[in-house]
């Protein structure tokens, strides 16, 4: 029953996330790009990219429905899953809750949690297969795309709060902090997908949000202010996809290296 429970409320929870930024965001007179231009940061990813909610809320239904059939229910892998990503699902509402009432400092922390979420889930994707191939897939481009994609985001949470908030950074003007920010985010964000053996969805989703930043350098109201920040920024895309490209080589290595030691055997 317990698992049940947890696995609707994975559901409704996925479900909720469109709702929610329907109602703050489109019916209503708020508007994203006007949010995230009143307090402007170089970290923040253009207006543009904030798309990618679609696909990510699109699959995050369409795995919530799946592992609720009952053929599913006693998947392991599943089962492991559903805390981290029900967490993560109301993590993504509440920050837009956040953000939509200019509450910064909560959207970090949010955020924060956020990434936390999709990274527990993420890491127990690298499980023993589900048992359904097809969820799995389902599953691991669902966590791997958010979770990418959240990374990028706790950036541009950080640089909207300090520009909020007018705090300095311990002393380093915006456009450095920006700078080392964005170059700490791509060797994380490289990090991650070498351990989640080449994760091709969380590679686009960084990716997507790493450009993002550095399209808003040159195009929008921020063009030109810093141009070193949108080169960061490109580093950090070609960084990670580089990091996608040598896990995949090395998971395919092992995965013909065992095929030929059990065919030995």
Same mark, same amino acid.
């Given at each position: 029953?317990?698992?049940?429970?947890?696995?609707?409320?994975?559901?409704?929870?996925?479900?909720?996330?469109?709702?929610?930024?329907?109602?703050?965001?489109?019916?209503?007179?708020?508007?994203?790009?006007?949010?995230?231009?009143?307090?402007?940061?170089?970290?923040?990813?253009?207006?543009?990219?904030?798309?990618?909610?679609?696909?990510?809320?699109?699959?995050?239904? /369409?795995?919530?429905?799946?592992?609720?059939?009952?053929?599913?229910?006693?998947?392991?892998?599943?089962?492991?899953?559903?805390?981290?990503?029900?967490?993560?699902?109301?993590?993504?509402?509440?920050?837009?809750?956040?953000? /939509?009432?200019?509450?910064?400092?909560?959207?970090?922390?949010?955020?924060?949690?956020?990434?936390?979420?999709?990274?527990?889930?993420?890491?127990?994707?690298?499980?023993?297969?589900?048992?359904?191939?097809?969820?799995?897939?389902?599953?691991?481009?669902?966590?791997?795309?958010?979770?990418?994609?959240?990374?990028?985001?706790?950036?541009?949470?950080?640089?909207?709060?300090? /520009?909020?908030?007018?705090?300095?950074?311990?002393?380093?003007?915006?456009?450095?902090?920006?700078?080392?920010?964005?170059?700490?985010?791509?060797?994380?964000?490289?990090?991650?997908?070498?351990?989640?053996?080449?994760?091709?969805?969380?590679?686009?989703?960084?990716?997507?949000?790493?450009?993002?930043?550095?399209?808003?350098?040159?195009?929008?109201?921020?063009?030109?202010?810093?141009?070193?920040?949108?080169?960061?920024?490109?580093?950090?895309?070609?960084?990670?996809?580089?990091?996608?490209?040598?896990?995949?080589?090395?998971?395919?290595?092992?995965?013909?290296?065992?095929?030929?030691?059990?065919?030995?055997?």
């Amino acid at each position: 029953m317990r698992s049940l429970v947890l696995r609707v409320m994975v559901l409704l929870l996925a479900a909720a996330q469109p709702v929610v930024a329907f109602v703050l965001f489109v019916r209503s007179d708020l508007h994203l790009g006007a949010l995230l231009a009143r307090h402007s940061s170089h970290v923040m990813p253009a207006p543009y990219a904030f798309g990618i909610a679609i696909p990510i809320f699109a699959l995050s239904i /369409a795995y919530g429905v799946a592992q609720l059939l009952r053929a599913r229910r006693d998947d392991p892998m599943l089962a492991a899953v559903a805390v981290p990503l029900a967490l993560a699902f109301f993590a993504t509402s509440l920050w837009m809750v956040a953000i /939509a009432g200019a509450l910064y400092l909560a959207a970090v922390l949010v955020a924060f949690g956020l990434v936390v979420s999709l990274g527990v889930a993420a890491a127990r994707t690298q499980l023993p297969p589900a048992r359904s191939p097809a969820v799995e897939t389902l599953l691991r481009t669902t966590v791997g795309l958010a979770s990418g994609w959240a990374a990028v985001g706790l950036l541009g949470t950080v640089g909207m709060a300090m /520009a909020a908030y007018g705090w300095a950074g311990f002393g380093l003007d915006h456009r450095s902090w920006s700078y080392f920010a964005i170059t700490l985010g791509g060797f994380a964000a490289s990090g991650a997908v070498a351990a989640l053996r080449g994760s091709l969805a969380f590679a686009l989703g960084a990716i997507w949000g790493f450009v993002a930043i550095a399209v808003a350098q040159w195009i929008g109201p921020r063009a030109g202010s810093a141009p070193t920040v949108g080169t960061a920024a490109l580093f950090a895309a070609l960084l990670v996809a580089i990091s996608g490209v040598v896990a995949v080589a090395k998971r395919d290595s092992d995965q013909r290296l065992w095929a030929r030691r059990r065919g030995m055997a």
